[in-house]
């Protein structure tokens, strides 16, 4: 028996041996493309977020495409309800901006914040802010803390990405837009206002999972920088159509629907028991989406407050994906006062971006619960409820 086993064992080195020789053969005479020239050729199946020559990503099923909305990193938790659990979903999470105006961005503002023995995790890289103009260690640094906060909550919801990692920056055509950002805030009356072009976005797609790993649902986060607090609904709209009909460039198979926009939270009427958050990037979003049809097989929908007279459906926030992100631990002394550790991955991801010694502040109102920061309200709020328009739109730019 065992030396037919060996018999076979040689036969099969034998045509390999033969195979291999004649492969090289190939390849020196040219009708065989070398091996680095194979993914661009089409002649290996990529790996998701690597664009495959016909646009598809073989061995999978159509996935419907679901696009996430936010105006910031860090406004994640204003939509989760509608985020988590959605077989069958491919989730994109699109950032507008990268957050360079938030107060951990200002010169030694993030020093303040961090508190790494309360499990804070340190920004990535520090951010080094010399001139006002150039804060891009800080956005990098927040574009980081984003990833690692989705990777975190993949963890815990097999149907979200996870693994996230960068794989390209692309230039998407502007389309008779003007895609910019701007170094300083016209709306504060700040004069010298210097914008630049920017129609740049940063591409990070999940990995396939190792053989010892679970599989998760695949998914991407686009960043662009179209500049914090000076966002526009028409740079919104821009942004969306391009991600749409551009997809195949960044990596989203042509054929896959995409079935829903959900965008970040934006309240500042102070409806009962609702959170504001009046921020101008936030409102362009719900500009954006109320205003234009993007298409979507299903609707567009906004986060807004549960006594908006538009409110069409409310959702929780599931108790694992809540805790996941925002729970504390024991409380230890830090500078002498107690403070509780940072157990959830949003509190430990952007910790460093809130000065407040208890850290994102989960606060019990009757029948819902908030986040709030040291400054405001952050317009997290466990029960959301959402408008939506464009229901079962059929085509782009139709409106």
Not at 228 to 251: F, N, P
Not at 264 to 292: E, F, K
Request: overall charge neutral.
């Amino acid at each position: 028996m065992w030396r037919m086993v060996i018999y076979r064992l040689l036969v099969a080195a034998a045509v390999l041996t033969v195979a291999i020789s004649a492969l090289t053969a190939a390849v020196q005479a040219g009708v065989v493309p070398p091996p680095d020239q194979w993914a661009s050729r089409g002649l290996v199946t990529p790996q998701f977020g690597q664009v495959a020559s016909a646009g598809e990503v073989p061995g999978q099923p159509p996935l419907q495409v679901r696009l996430v909305v936010l105006a910031h990193p860090g406004d994640e938790m204003q939509v989760w309800s509608q985020v988590e659990n959605n077989p069958g979903s491919l989730t994109v999470f699109v950032y507008l901006t990268q957050g360079e105006r938030s107060p951990a961005c200002r010169r030694e503002g993030y020093r303040a914040s961090f508190q790494p023995q309360l499990g804070e995790v340190a920004p990535n890289p520090w951010p080094v802010i010399t001139n006002p103009e150039d804060n891009s260690s800080c956005q990098n640094a927040l574009v980081n803390s984003a990833v690692n906060f989705l990777n975190a909550m993949g963890h815990i919801d097999r149907t979200l990405p996870t693994d996230l990692r960068f794989i390209s920056t692309q230039t998407l055509p502007p389309e008779g837009a003007k895609p910019s950002r701007c170094f300083g805030d016209q709306r504060q009356g700040e004069q010298n206002i210097q914008c630049v072009t920017d129609s740049s976005v940063r591409v990070f797609a999940s990995q396939p999972a190792r053989s010892d790993q679970v599989a998760t649902q695949p998914g991407m986060a686009l960043f662009f920088n179209l500049g914090d607090r000076d966002l526009d609904s028409m740079e919104v709209s821009w942004a969306l159509r391009s991600v749409i009909t551009q997809r195949e460039k960044l990596g989203i198979p042509l054929s896959y629907p995409v079935t829903s926009i959900v965008g970040t939270y934006y309240q500042m009427w102070g409806y009962p028991g609702c959170s504001i958050w009046a921020n101008p990037d936030n409102l362009a979003v719900h500009r954006a989406l109320y205003r234009d049809n993007f298409g979507v097989t299903q609707a567009q929908w906004g986060a807004t407050c549960a006594s908006d007279a538009d409110a069409a459906l409310t959702r929780v926030v599931s108790g694992q994906a809540w805790n996941a992100a925002l729970a504390m631990g024991p409380a230890r002394k830090v500078d002498g006062r107690p403070a509780p550790m940072r157990i959830g991955a949003f509190q430990r991801y952007y910790g460093w971006t809130d000065s407040h010694p208890g850290g994102f502040v989960v606060i019990s109102n009757p029948g819902t619960q908030m986040a709030r920061t040291s400054e405001a309200h952050i317009g997290i709020m466990r029960r959301q409820s959402f408008w939506h328009t464009w229901v079962g739109a059929a085509q782009v730019g139709a409106g």
